[in-house]
């Protein structure tokens, strides 16, 4: 038998890296997936196929000793985790099929994270979101310690979350807003530019509060106003946004690039995820979109994404 599941990618609209600090964010699910599939193998191991790398570990190993790339870690613990809990002694291979590119803020590893959770549950029966979301995140924390849980959240739930710390929602549904995706093609690591952001406020506590605080109002009134669809106001915050993002340190000069373009056509951009490098987005509509992914594609690939409403799904 084998057990499917898939989980979207994300973009952050406002608030990341301030969300590791205890700062509201705004994500939301994009129609890009992740899909994981697990068979039960009679070989007593644990083989994971993906397109960026294969790599098999026999079942039982030391807690100390994972072994393997970094990024496997959490597919091994969740699988190692689910055939304990059945009390199974049979080994399993699993398959990542992905149409999200990792390491350009996409939220590829959560998304990866979540189906093959949930796909390897899903051998012994189907586990509740909440559940699945709940052992994602502890393995994503395997090798992000300091992951918020914010690109876990949406990518579970799918449509648009406002997320803190301290618990999330989703957003009513607005599946009609439409990004324009760049992606600068300079690959990053999410952990490098949070570890960045955590040296610039040891360098500068007060700065980093107040800004903190700005943020945080920016997000509020940018959670009025996507009630009311007025988008020029809300591109408006994006790029405000942006702003504070570059003066913590986590935009390129690829990015801003990329972003100046937008703005000369969409109703605002920004970097979005991690920063140092992956995505940009262009908040636009009907009237502007054809412009901006034209202008964005002479500098950068670019696609257009849409809301994703379903979130994790057992397919
Ligand atoms: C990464 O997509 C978002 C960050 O805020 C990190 C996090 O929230 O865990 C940079």
Same mark, same amino acid.
């Given at each position: 038998?084998?057990?499917?599941?898939?989980?979207?990618?994300?973009?952050?609209?406002?608030?990341? !890296?301030?969300?590791?600090?205890?700062?509201?964010?705004?994500?939301?699910?994009?129609?890009?997936?992740?899909?994981?599939?697990?068979?039960?193998?009679?070989?007593?191991?644990?083989?994971?196929?993906?397109?960026?790398?294969?790599?098999? @570990?026999?079942? !039982?190993?030391?807690?100390?000793?994972?072994?393997?790339?970094?990024?496997?870690?959490?597919?091994?613990?969740?699988?190692?985790?689910? +055939?304990?809990?059945?009390?199974?002694?049979?080994?399993?291979?699993?398959?990542?099929?992905?149409?999200?590119?990792?390491?350009?803020?996409?939220? *590829?590893? *959560?998304?990866?994270?979540?189906?093959?959770?949930?796909?390897?549950?899903?051998?012994?029966?189907?586990?509740?979101?909440?559940?699945?979301?709940?052992?994602?995140?502890? @393995?994503? #924390?395997?090798?992000?310690?300091?992951?918020?849980?914010?690109?876990?959240?949406?990518?579970?739930?799918?449509?648009?979350?406002?997320?803190?710390?301290?618990?999330?929602?989703?957003? /009513?549904?607005?599946?009609?807003?439409?990004?324009?995706?760049?992606?600068?093609?300079?690959? !990053?690591?999410?952990?490098? &530019?949070?570890?960045?952001?955590?040296?610039? #406020?040891?360098?500068?506590?007060?700065?980093?509060?107040?800004?903190?605080?700005?943020? &945080?109002?920016?997000?509020? *009134?940018?959670?009025?106003?996507?009630?009311?669809?007025?988008?020029?106001? +809300?591109?408006? +915050?994006?790029?405000?946004?942006?702003?504070?993002?570059? &003066?913590? /340190?986590?935009?390129?000069?690829?990015?801003?690039?990329?972003?100046?373009?937008?703005?000369?056509?969409?109703?605002?951009?920004?970097?979005?995820?991690?920063?140092? /490098?992956?995505?940009?987005?262009? +908040?636009?509509?009907?009237?502007?979109?054809?412009?901006?992914?034209?202008?964005?594609?002479?500098?950068?690939?670019?696609?257009?994404?849409?809301?994703?409403?379903?979130?994790?799904?057992?397919?």
């Amino acid at each position: 038998m084998k057990s499917s599941a898939s989980a979207p990618g994300k973009v952050i609209l406002f608030g990341e !890296h301030f969300v590791v600090y205890g700062v509201r964010a705004i994500l939301c699910a994009i129609d890009k997936r992740i899909r994981a599939t697990s068979q039960l193998i009679d070989e007593k191991e644990i083989r994971i196929r993906s397109e960026i790398g294969d790599f098999e @570990a026999p079942l !039982h190993f030391p807690e100390a000793d994972q072994g393997g790339p970094r990024f496997m870690r959490p597919f091994l613990h969740v699988t190692r985790e689910a +055939l304990r809990e059945a009390g199974e002694r049979r080994g399993v291979e699993m398959w990542l099929e992905s149409e999200i590119p990792p390491g350009i803020g996409l939220g *590829s590893s *959560s998304a990866a994270c979540l189906a093959a959770t949930a796909s390897v549950a899903g051998l012994f029966g189907k586990k509740p979101r909440e559940e699945i979301l709940r052992r994602a995140l502890e @393995a994503e #924390r395997l090798i992000f310690e300091d992951a918020s849980g914010a690109d876990t959240s949406v990518s579970a739930l799918g449509g648009l979350v406002s997320y803190t710390r301290d618990g999330f929602e989703r957003l /009513g549904s607005r599946d009609e807003l439409a990004l324009v995706i760049a992606n600068s093609r300079q690959v !990053h690591s999410t952990r490098e &530019e949070v570890l960045k952001v955590r040296e610039f #406020r040891a360098k500068n506590p007060e700065a980093f509060d107040a800004m903190c605080r700005d943020e &945080e109002a920016l997000v509020g *009134s940018a959670l009025g106003l996507l009630g009311s669809g007025n988008l020029p106001m +809300l591109g408006q +915050l994006m790029s405000k946004n942006q702003e504070m993002l570059k &003066e913590i /340190g986590v935009s390129t000069e690829k990015l801003d690039l990329l972003v100046s373009e937008a703005q000369k056509t969409s109703y605002g951009a920004k970097l979005t995820g991690a920063g140092g /490098g992956g995505c940009v987005i262009a +908040l636009v509509d009907k009237s502007n979109m054809a412009q901006t992914l034209d202008s964005l594609g002479k500098i950068g690939q670019c696609f257009v994404a849409k809301v994703d409403l379903d979130g994790l799904r057992y397919t």
